[in-house]
């Protein structure tokens, strides 16, 4: 009797264990794809959180080198945009855009002209407020907002300083190669402070 009992035990003991091990086994694979996607998307989501910083970067480029080579404010901006990039900007007005812009070498230039009308040698932009929604495997939407300070060192006015008040929307999408890079990009001048002043003026 005392031997059966053990065998008995032995099979409930192997089966115990055999089913265990597939659990496990089985647990231990989904976890791995489940962990995977995860850190992808983790991954995913702290790169384009970057983009915004990365068109600061390359903004605050533009005017290091104001009328002259902008190699290096174009290739700065070119590793989080496309070369085509759709720019839509937007001044004082968020229903109507002003321009649009088909490349980021328009976009340099436009940047650059409207730092030499307002007599502008040097600015600092670094967006915060920023919001990530991914909206697609290869896509997302990354807004953020900022207040940069121009300074105007040029002309009658200076020396003084703009304080540039700008949300952005930029749609991005994972290339080929693998990098996320905005496509199209909302450029959008809410306010811009000169010491007391508010510009454009609210109207009466």
Request: net charge negative; with cysteine; proline share 4%.
């Amino acid at each position: 009797m005392n031997k059966v009992l053990v065998v008995l035990c032995c099979f409930v003991g192997i089966a115990i264990s055999v089913g265990a091990q597939g659990l496990i086994s089985s647990h231990t694979g989904d976890g791995a794809v489940g962990v995977a996607a995860r850190l992808q998307r983790i991954e995913d989501l702290e790169t384009v959180r970057a983009i915004p910083a990365c068109y600061g970067y390359g903004h605050d480029l533009i005017f290091k080198h104001l009328g002259a080579d902008q190699t290096e404010a174009i290739a700065a901006l070119q590793r989080c945009h496309v070369n085509a990039l759709t720019t839509d900007v937007f001044l004082f007005d968020e229903t109507t855009a002003a321009t649009t812009l088909h490349s980021i070498r328009d976009l340099v230039a436009f940047i650059e002209s409207f730092a030499k009308d307002q007599g502008y040698s040097s600015a600092r932009n670094v967006p915060g407020n920023v919001q990530v929604d991914l909206t697609g495997p290869t896509t997302a939407r990354v807004q953020s907002s900022t207040v940069a300070p121009h300074f105007l060192t040029l002309g009658s006015k200076s020396p003084a300083t703009d304080f540039v008040e700008a949300r952005y929307v930029s749609d991005v999408v994972r290339g080929s190669d693998g990098v996320w890079r905005a496509v199209d990009f909302d450029l959008v001048v809410q306010q811009i402070w000169r010491g007391a002043g508010v510009y454009p003026f609210p109207q009466p």
